[in-house]
C-alpha cells in the first residue's frame, strides 16, 4: 500500500479527492484544499449519508481571496470532534479540542477521545448510512502514552533517560493505537454492522525519525526493511501498512500483492456503496473493489509522487515492481525493484535504461498536467511586513 505522499497534508488531501497532489492543489503542509475540490465526505453526504470526523484535520494558509481556512463542517462533515492544525496535533495530551467549531476544554489521551466518539457514533447510527473518518494522532511527533499502557513497556527496553523512556512510550502508543481501532471494529461486531461496513486502516506516511520522537522510531526500526523515512520517495517514505475489512465480502487474510495507491480508497469507498465519481470531480484513483473481493486484478498503470516543497525537489515514478526516484537535480535518477529489494540498495537504471527512461518521460507527462492551484502550493511565503511603529535600527557602535 502507498500512501499520497510524504508529510500529513498532501498525503490527506490526496486520500480525500482521490487525485493526485498536482491535480488536488495540495503539494505541501502549508496548503489549503481549493474550493473546487470535492472531498469523499461530501460525495458521500450527496448520497445521503452521515458523516464524521473523530481526529485531526490538518489546514494550510488560506487561498487568494480566502480569510480563514475551510473547515471540516464546511467539507461534507457533519461532525467534527479534533485538531485542526499540525501543531495542536504534537498534543496527546491536549487542553481542549474543537467540538464542530467551538473549542472546549478536554481531558485525556487523545486516540482514546477520539475513539470514544467513534463508538457512539456508530452506536448513533446503527439504522442508516454512514462514512467515519477516525484520524489518530499517535505516533506523531511528541512520544506519548497514557501512564497505565506505559507502565507494561518499562523496563523491557533499553533507555538514554530512565526517567523519560520514550522507548516504552513509543511501543505504548502503538499497542493503544492497536486497541482503539479494536474498539471500533467491535462496536460494528456488536451493532452487526459488519457485514455492511467496509473498514480501511492505513497511514499517511512512513515513520519519522524527527527529533521530537527522541530517537524511539529509530530503536524500533520503524521502516524495516524499508529505506529512508518521512520526508522521502523511497519506500520507508510512502510504503505503509494497509489492511481493509469487510466481513463476508473481502476474503479473510488475503493479501495482495499489486500495489494500492491512497487516491484508490476514493472510488473504492463509492463502490462499496453502490456509487461511481462523477466526472467533474476528475478522480485519477482506480476502483479497486473487485481486486479486494479477489475477483479481478488490478490495472497495469503508472503511478507518480512528488514532493517539491521545504527545499526538496524529489519525483518518482513505479509501474510493476519498478521504481524511478529522483532525489535531486544533482542527484543521479536510481531505479529500484521494490519486491525483491525493498531496501533500494541496488540501482538497476545501469541495466535496465530503457525502462528508466520511459517512466522519466511519462514523470515529465505528468507533470505537465499539474494545475495552477498547486503552483501556488509551491509559492513561498510573503514576507512579514514589518510594524510601521517599529524604531529604526541603531548602527556602528550602538547596533
Not at 14 to 43: C, E, F, R
Not at 167 to 181: F, G, H, L, S
Not at 230 to 240: A, D, H, Q, Y
Request: proline share 7%; hydrophobic share 35%; charged share 25%.
Amino acid at each position: 500500500f502507498y500512501t499520497g505522499a510524504v508529510v500529513c497534508a498532501p498525503s490527506r488531501g490526496v486520500l480525500m479527492t482521490g487525485k493526485w497532489t498536482i491535480h488536488n492543489g495540495i503539494s505541501g503542509n502549508n496548503d489549503d484544499l481549493p474550493t473546487d475540490q470535492t472531498t469523499l465526505a461530501q460525495a458521500f453526504q450527496k448520497h445521503g449519508y452521515s458523516t464524521a470526523l473523530f481526529g485531526k484535520w490538518h489546514h494550510g494558509r488560506p487561498r487568494p481571496g480566502h480569510k480563514t481556512y475551510r473547515h471540516p463542517l464546511d467539507l461534507g462533515f457533519g461532525e467534527f470532534f479534533g485538531f485542526t492544525n499540525a501543531g495542536h496535533a504534537w498534543q496527546h495530551f491536549p487542553k481542549e479540542l474543537y467540538h464542530g467549531r467551538e473549542l472546549k476544554p478536554v481531558s485525556g489521551y487523545s486516540d482514546t477521545l477520539f475513539a470514544d466518539k467513534a463508538v457512539d457514533f456508530i452506536g448513533r447510527h446503527t439504522e442508516k448510512p454512514f462514512f467515519l473518518y477516525v484520524a489518530f494522532n499517535a505516533p506523531h511527533f511528541h512520544v506519548e502514552a497514557p501512564e497505565a499502557d506505559l507502565a507494561a513497556f518499562k523496563g523491557k527496553f533499553p533507555e538514554r533517560d530512565e526517567k523519560n523512556p520514550v522507548n516504552a512510550a513509543y511501543a505504548a502508543a502503538i499497542t493503544r493505537q492497536d486497541k482503539e481501532v479494536g474498539r471500533i471494529l467491535k462496536a460494528l461486531d456488536d451493532h452487526k454492522l459488519a457485514e455492511r461496513t467496509l473498514v480501511v486502516f492505513t497511514s499517511d506516511h512512513g515513520a519519522t525519525f524527527e527529533v521530537g520522537t527522541k530517537g524511539a522510531p529509530a530503536y524500533h526500526d520503524s521502516n524495516r526493511p524499508f529505506r529512508g523515512q518521512k520526508r522521502t520517495l523511497w519506500e520507508g517514505g510512502i510504503r505503509v501498512p494497509g489492511a481493509a475489512r469487510w466481513t463476508g465480502t473481502i476474503p479473510a487474510g488475503q493479501v495482495i500483492r499489486e500495489a494500492t495507491h491512497m487516491s484508490d480508497l476514493f472510488p473504492t469507498a463509492l463502490a462499496a456503496a453502490d456509487k461511481t465519481p462523477e466526472e467533474a470531480w476528475k478522480v485519477t484513483g482506480a476502483n479497486l473493489l473487485e481486486v479486494w473481493k479477489g475477483k479481478a486484478k488490478p490495472p497495469e498503470r503508472t503511478l507518480f509522487w512528488e514532493f517539491r516543497v521545504e527545499g526538496y525537489n524529489q519525483l518518482a515514478a513505479m509501474r510493476g515492481d519498478k521504481k524511478l526516484v529522483i532525489t535531486g537535480e544533482r542527484n543521479p535518477p536510481e531505479l529500484f525493484d521494490v519486491v525483491h529489494d525493498p531496501a533500494e540498495r541496488i540501482n538497476l537504471l545501469p541495466e535496465q535504461k530503457p525502462l528508466a527512461d520511459r517512466l522519466r518521460k511519462e514523470l515529465e507527462a505528468w507533470l505537465a498536467t499539474e494545475t495552477e492551484a498547486s503552483k501556488w502550493g509551491r509559492q513561498p511565503k510573503k514576507p512579514e511586513a514589518k510594524p510601521k511603529d517599529r524604531a529604526p535600527e541603531a548602527k556602528g557602535k550602538d547596533r
